[in-house]
């Protein structure tokens, strides 16, 4: 589950600061330096931050490759200086076109002699997208496209004679020397079966598009096959033409039918398709597949319906035969991610679990028998980055440190020889490490700092070169008169210990009264609260706190119980009950907010996006005296309208557990609201559907509440495209202003 009124926000971009209402005179005097605006965060590239795009490892773990200026080069990891241009921009230009390529990405194959191009790429869902494939021969320097129309996520094969791509619901195999093209199946049917990628639900709660996987040995294709034949379309109107267009796509609400889920093995010598076993039960899910480093053998993930119990089952990939070698269990549920790795050797797998309350390390034979706990603590791993053979250390991120910070370490297999690899200090590190773990390129980001991005060596953390240092949205940033954002605990009157970040304004007077906006998210698993400046819609938002600061607000952000990084007893304390326990502590930040002598306790406000704003809905409802305003973005209302991997993960099915749908839905509270209430939702919004707010507006009208919307035509969960943020955010600014 991995965003109405005068043009108020004309004057501020134009004049800078103005006495407007509900502003003290001092937080709009005359400023020593530039006033942020609207416009600068979202119409111009004023705050753009820099990176290192199109960067990949290469095999000699010497060298690295980058997209510049629309050619690939090639540099030296050692010194970062580029040696030679592996293809040139020129070289990019299909016959008969008017110019070369305007390349998205790419890949290269096992000798690094041929590379995919990918262009004219088109976003389907969150991960999803298709695109047109080009192969580029280094030696000869000739393009060919891959094949005709759009293809979807097309890969080399290992030894890279081959490539595997989808379209139209099927797997397809093209023979790179002779170009042949072999359909793997034929009976993919739009909103009925797929196969090779995810249907929407696995897709968006499983982070997974791409659903076919090559063996070690390019022998074989493990395959997906989705047979959503069973599951309710969701209908959503596109607007625009004389007579609006009917979208409709396969949409399991929670209790629904979900797709009924296989998985294949395609051998590519014989063309024969062996299906796997994965159980007689259908009503499950398997939301990991890959190859183990044993010839012919699968690993496949299967989670109960209720996702509280994982296994993990090793398949005969010739004969589909299977057995468990690993069950993970939890009272609430298991999350899933990507930590499973099989180590060279085919004798060991690494994993993580929370069974003993913190996401940590193991260590397994083949057998799924647990050999050792390679990590123990109040901390949590959230990334496996690597494993070098010959020295036995896992790399990993983990928030040993700090809940809010992100760090590099190392272990080896005996579970000794800790070590961190990141510098000292706080922020966060985001790690790419290359395939032999001897260097890295790092991301590190702290509180309102932009990214810096580096390589360093794998073994030490040394600096190896600074690539990226972001210098010029830093000098940038000095020219604005920014507030402090301050890290800060508080106790509820429970006696539970919440982690907030609070941002001045830069002229703060103890001695003064400030209202202030709440800002939260507050979902399972997640976090506002973080030692990061951040990137995308997280950093635009950090500017956009940084504006109304200049207008004289505090802005506060609580994570709630259920919240990320603390252990699963934090996380999983909302099981069951989703809303409950999260409002019941923003309504505590701001009765905390309340008992500071520079808060204005009569003016309190609160804004979320998504979940944050199914949270601001049931703040302003279920604690409508603490809540002056409000601003709910795309907000799910009623749970029974979200999907059933996410809800039913956390709430069980509605079958099952009713109150815990309806006992904290907003739609039920409606008659309590009190404050200025701004609603706005996308009427495209394929994840959080429109009729969620549908479903408040008219609860709010039977019980004869005022409130104001907002809706944007057409547009999805991120309410984007062209100037559609900037109006969006003018209307959020303008009714702040007017409403705290």
Known sequence: MRFRFFALATLLATNGPALLPGLAPTAVQAQQKLPLTLEDIWAKPTFRSASVPGFNWMNDGRYYSALEGGS?????????????????????????AAKSLDVDGYSFNANEQKILFTTATEPIYRHSAQSAYYVFDRGTKKLTALSTGKQGYATFSPDGQRVAFTRDNNVFVTDLATMKETAVTSNGLKNNLINGSADWVYEEEFTMAQGFFWSPDSRQIAFYTFDESQVPEYDMQKWGSLYPQEYRFKYPKAGEKNSVVSVSSYDVASGRTTKMDVGPNTDQYLPRVMWTQVTNTLSIQRLNRLQNKLEILH????????????????????????????????????????????????????????????????????????FDPKSGFVYYTSTEGSPLQRHLYRINLQGTGKKRISEAGGGNDAVNMSPDTQYFLNTHSSNGVPAVVSLRQGSTGNLVKTLEDNAKLRQTLTQYDLGKLEFITFKTSEGTELNASMLKPSNFDPGKKYPVLMYVYGGPGSQTVRDDTGAGIAFTNYLWHQLLAEQGYIVLSVDNRGTGARGADFKKSTYANMGKLETIDQAEGAKYLATLPYVDKARIGIWGWSYGGYMTSLAMTKNADLFKMGIAVAPVTNWRYYDTVYTERFLKTPQENPGGYDDNSPVQFAQNLKGKFLLVHGTGDDNVHFQNSIAFVEALIKANKDYQTLYYPNRNHGIAGGNTRLHLYRQMTNFVLQNL
Do not use: C
């Not at 050692?78 to 030679?84: H, I, L, N, R, Y």
């Not at 991610?337 to 913190?358: A, I, M, N, V, W």
């Open 72 to 96: 690939l080069v090639q540099h030296e990891v050692t010194t970062g200086k580029a040696v030679q241009t592996l293809v040139a921009a020129a070289d990019l230009q299909p016959a008969g």
């Open 315 to 386: 398949g005969d990939a010739t004969t589909g035969n299977t057995q468990v070698v690993l069950t993970d269990t939890s009272p609430a549920y298991v999350d899933i991610s990507d930590d499973l790795r099989y180590l060279p050797g085919s004798k060991q797998f690494l994993f993580t679990s929370e069974k003993d309350g913190y996401q940590h390390l193991y260590l397994h034979d083949m057998k799924g028998r647990q050999v050792r706990q390679l990590t123990k603590g109040n901390w949590e791993i959230t990334a496996i980055n690597g």
